[in-house]
């Protein structure tokens, strides 16, 4: 299986920068001194918990490879970085 591109650096959320748009929220990748957009979320009852989602899907995924291919002592250490990104996503 190949493994999957990603925008560089942490997914995180914003809320729209741009003046003329109805604000709504903005995933964003922070790599270094770089800002670049992944993901603009439209308008909807949910468009708060869908750019949580978004910006998690990274480390969703990240995490749940790690958990797959851990063991022993490493499992406490996958389990961890799967609540957190868990949380990332829900809160």
């Not at 999957?4 to 914003?14: M, R």
């Not at 748009?21 to 957009?37: A, E, F, K, N, Y």
Request: proline share 8%; glycine share 4%.
């Amino acid at each position: 299986m190949p493994t999957p591109q990603f925008t560089p650096g942490t997914w995180a959320l914003t809320p729209s920068l741009d003046a003329h748009v109805w604000p709504r929220p903005v995933v964003i990748s922070l790599d270094g001194d770089h800002t670049r957009t992944v993901a603009e979320v439209a308008y909807s009852p949910f468009m708060h918990d869908n750019a949580k989602l978004i910006s998690a899907a990274k480390d969703l995924l990240v995490a749940l490879q790690f958990v797959m291919t851990a063991h022993g002592e490493q499992l406490d250490t996958a389990f961890a970085q799967a609540q957190a990104a868990i949380d990332k996503a829900t809160t």
